[in-house]
């Protein structure tokens, strides 16, 4: 469906400051894309994405051989002296022993160089096998969280992105409106001192230039947050935003059924995806504590080699000694827990509890995406609504405004009464521009919700958006004329 609106009305409104744009106006398309360059929370989603995946290599390596060498080189002096006590017959062969000491002196000096190289493969690990079968959904859940963040950019720029423009049509419409009422202000002067009004006209019209002065002030202050909130985003500031032109297209959501969105989101929102992810790894998290109850089988081989050169003295000189050794070996290792305190029962209960949570969450999750389905569902034809009413009150506003100033001109209106319409007709307009705005990022949240949010979507949106200068720019060319 188009709008049928007739914008001629707003031109000449606001024709003061519909001027060209002084230069390039980015589009929303351009401003994702820098937004996605200089986002911190893409970079930390992506960042975790690229962590997660190394889940599989981790756990696929825990299955494969493990070789392990060791080494070392030691040198030993020994030097000092003792006493053994040794039983001896005395006199010989007489069957009678005593116990005798005999001194002796030790000087030894020894260099040792071992080796050892050992293989361990894995035959039985539960806590292996769950974690083979733990990795694909850790890095499934990444990929989707990744995608959620990619999605949630979109909408955050597009918030942004929309929430600037909004604040540029306050801003430009409180000026117009401020500019207007000192037109009025100026004409009630006029007329007092020629007696034609009260003095109550130019006060109610002074004290009317006075409140729009404050509006413009706190719109220039709204204007100047919500670019600082875009920067946060795009990391720098954007001077010009492109604007929906005059025949910016609203259609309804396709599929048309509320239901068949909720079907959808409850299928494929990837915040519903990831939780269901969550709770199934929370399963297996029952089973990888219950390991702790499980044998292990591990198949161990080894080799190894010691070789020493010493030197020992023998009263006499030293004496030259080598000793050389080969060893291998290869068997099955099995290891049964039998007792640890209870530790593991306890780790298998709070497992429980926990995969308990990641169910409440999925609920919770599951929940919260169809009600903000249908919220957006809702807010897409209900801004669709809201927009053709909203044109329709900008003109009635309009020759409201036209009748008003007619009658105070023939003094059968006050000047409070033009200054009501005329604030009126400012407020329609801003309320119909902010509708498009919400209109739009209405469609974007209800994609998000179904889980088919895509760039292609704001190329879409870019297709109908067209330059327009800022307020700053307006305002300068005002000046100018």
């Given at each position: 469906?188009?709008?049928?609106?007739?914008?001629?009305?707003?031109?000449?409104?606001?024709?003061?400051?519909?001027?060209?744009?002084?230069?390039?106006?980015?589009?929303?398309?351009?401003?994702?894309?820098?937004?996605?360059?200089?986002?911190?929370?893409?970079?930390?989603?992506?960042?975790?994405?690229?962590?997660?995946?190394?889940?599989?290599?981790?756990?696929?390596?825990?299955?494969?051989?493990?070789?392990?060498?060791?080494?070392?080189?030691?040198?030993?002096?020994?030097?000092?002296?003792?006493?053994?006590?040794?039983?001896?017959?005395?006199?010989?062969?007489?069957?009678?022993?005593?116990?005798?000491?005999?001194?002796?002196?030790?000087?030894?000096?020894?260099?040792?160089?071992?080796?050892q190289l050992d293989l361990r493969q894995t035959i039985f690990r539960w806590d292996q096998i769950v974690g083979l079968r733990r990795a694909d959904k850790i890095v499934a859940r990444a990929e989707a969280d990744r995608e959620a963040a990619q999605q949630d950019l979109i909408v955050r720029?597009?918030?942004?992105?929309?929430?600037?423009?909004?604040?540029?049509?306050?801003?430009?419409?409180?000026?117009?409106?401020?500019?207007?009422?000192?037109?009025q202000l100026e004409q009630a002067k006029q007329r007092f001192e020629v007696g034609l009004i009260a003095i109550t006209d130019v006060q109610e019209s002074q004290a009317a230039y006075d409140q729009a002065t404050a509006d413009e002030i706190a719109a220039k202050r709204s204007l100047a947050t919500a670019r600082e909130f875009l920067r946060e985003i795009t990391g720098e500031y954007v001077s010009n935003l492109d604007a929906p032109g005059d025949e910016f297209p609203m259609r309804a959501p396709n599929p048309a059924s509320e239901l068949?969105?909720?079907?959808?989101?409850?299928?494929?929102?990837?915040?519903?995806?990831?939780?269901?992810?969550?709770?199934?790894?929370?399963?297996?998290?029952?089973?990888?504590?219950?390991?702790?109850?499980?044998?292990?089988?591990?198949?161990?081989?080894?080799?190894?080699?010691?070789?020493?050169?010493?030197?020992?003295?023998?009263?006499?000189?030293?004496?030259?000694?080598?000793?050389?050794?080969?060893?291998?070996?290869?068997?099955?290792?099995?290891?049964?827990?039998?007792?640890?305190?209870?530790?593991?029962?306890?780790?298998?209960?709070?497992?429980?509890?926990?995969?308990?949570?990641?169910?409440?969450?999925?609920?919770?999750?599951?929940?919260?995406?169809?009600?903000?389905?249908?919220?957006?569902?809702?807010?897409?034809?209900?801004?669709?609504?809201?927009?053709?009413?909203?044109?329709?009150?900008?003109?009635?506003?309009?020759?409201?405004?036209?009748?008003?100033?007619?009658?105070?001109?023939?003094?059968?209106?006050?000047?409070?009464?033009?200054?009501?319409?005329?604030?009126?007709?400012?407020?329609?307009?801003?309320?119909?521009?902010?509708?498009?705005?919400?209109?739009?990022?209405?469609?974007?949240?209800?994609?998000?919700?179904?889980?088919?949010?895509?760039?292609?979507?704001?190329?879409?949106?870019?297709?109908?958006?067209?330059?327009?200068?800022?307020?700053?720019?307006?305002?300068?060319?005002?000046?100018?004329?």
């Open positions: 469906m188009k709008k049928t609106f007739n914008f001629n009305i707003l031109v000449a409104v606001l024709g003061t400051f519909l001027v060209p744009a002084a230069g390039h106006a980015a589009s929303l398309l351009e401003v994702y894309q820098q937004a996605l360059q200089s986002d911190p929370r893409i970079h930390e989603a992506e960042a975790r994405r690229l962590a997660a995946l190394e889940a599989e290599p981790q756990a696929r390596g825990l299955y494969l051989p493990q070789v392990g060498f060791s080494g070392s080189w030691t040198k030993d002096n020994t030097e000092g002296s003792g006493v053994i006590n040794q039983f001896v017959q005395e006199p010989p062969n007489s069957g009678n022993f005593i116990v005798r000491p005999f001194p002796f002196e030790q000087n030894t000096k020894d260099e040792t160089t071992r080796w720029v597009g918030q942004a992105y929309f929430d600037v423009l909004g604040a540029e049509d306050r801003l430009t419409s409180t000026h117009a409106n401020r500019q207007a009422i000192a037109r068949d969105w909720v079907d959808l989101a409850l299928t494929q929102n990837l915040a519903v995806v990831s939780s269901r992810l969550d709770e199934k790894l929370a399963r297996d998290e029952i089973s990888f504590r219950r390991n702790g109850h499980y044998p292990t089988v591990d198949l161990v081989a080894n080799m190894g080699e010691s070789d020493t050169d010493g030197k020992q003295d023998t009263g006499q000189g030293f004496l030259d000694t080598k000793r050389d050794f080969e060893t291998d070996s290869i068997g099955i290792q099995v290891t049964v827990p039998i007792f640890a305190g209870g530790t593991t029962s306890s780790r298998v209960r709070e497992a429980v509890y926990l995969h308990r949570a990641s169910r409440e969450q999925l609920q919770r999750v599951t929940r919260e995406t169809e009600r903000a389905t249908r919220d957006a569902y809702l807010g897409v034809m209900a801004e669709m609504s809201r927009v053709e009413a909203l044109a329709q009150a900008v003109e009635s506003s309009q020759t409201a405004l036209e009748a008003t100033q007619a009658g105070f001109d023939v003094g059968t209106r006050t000047i409070v009464d033009v200054l009501n319409s005329q604030f009126n007709l400012y407020r329609s307009i801003t309320l119909f521009y902010q509708a498009r705005y919400d209109y739009l990022m209405n469609v974007l949240r209800l994609k998000q919700a179904a889980g088919t949010l895509q760039i292609q979507d704001l190329e879409e949106i870019d297709q109908h958006l067209v330059d327009r200068p800022t307020p700053e720019e307006a305002f300068a060319s005002e000046q100018e004329e």
